[in-house]
């Protein structure tokens, strides 16, 4: 059964814009802690941003006022709006979720380690 569905990556030049969707199970979505994370080619998993239950974010500082994370609770779905690209955000985005809520404390949110469902990822490649 499938749990998170992400869309809306793409390729675009630096300084353009993208908005990812992940589309969520109800179940998933209604009690989660949610966010993204973004793994590029011979690098580790990174967090980029997280909302918990109550609206709260955190974000990465290498995307701080340029991406922004939100919900839309009447669609199940989470999305990431990401300005001014660059070469360097060029990844494969994952939606992520954890249905006990986000952990303890909230430096630990973007460790990805905390998330139990993962999407199947979208790529994001920026050019120069």
């Known amino acids: 059964q499938v749990q998170l569905v992400e869309s809306g990556g793409g390729s675009v030049q630096a300084g353009g814009s993208l908005r990812l969707s992940c589309a969520a199970s109800?179940?998933?979505?209604?009690?989660?802690?949610m966010g993204w994370f973004r793994q590029a080619p011979g690098k580790e998993r990174e967090g980029v941003a997280v909302?918990?239950?109550?609206?709260?974010?955190v974000y990465a500082d290498s995307v701080k006022g340029r991406f922004t994370i939100s919900k839309d609770n009447a669609k199940n779905t989470l999305y990431l709006q990401m300005n001014s690209l660059k070469p360097e955000d060029t990844a494969m985005y994952y939606c992520a979720a954890d249905v006990w809520g986000c952990p303890v404390p909230v430096t630990r949110w973007l460790l990805d380690r905390h998330y139990s469902y993962w999407g199947q990822g979208t790529q994001v490649t920026v050019s120069s």
């Open positions: 909302i918990d239950n109550d609206g709260s974010t």
């Open positions: 109800r179940y998933i979505y209604s009690s989660s802690c």
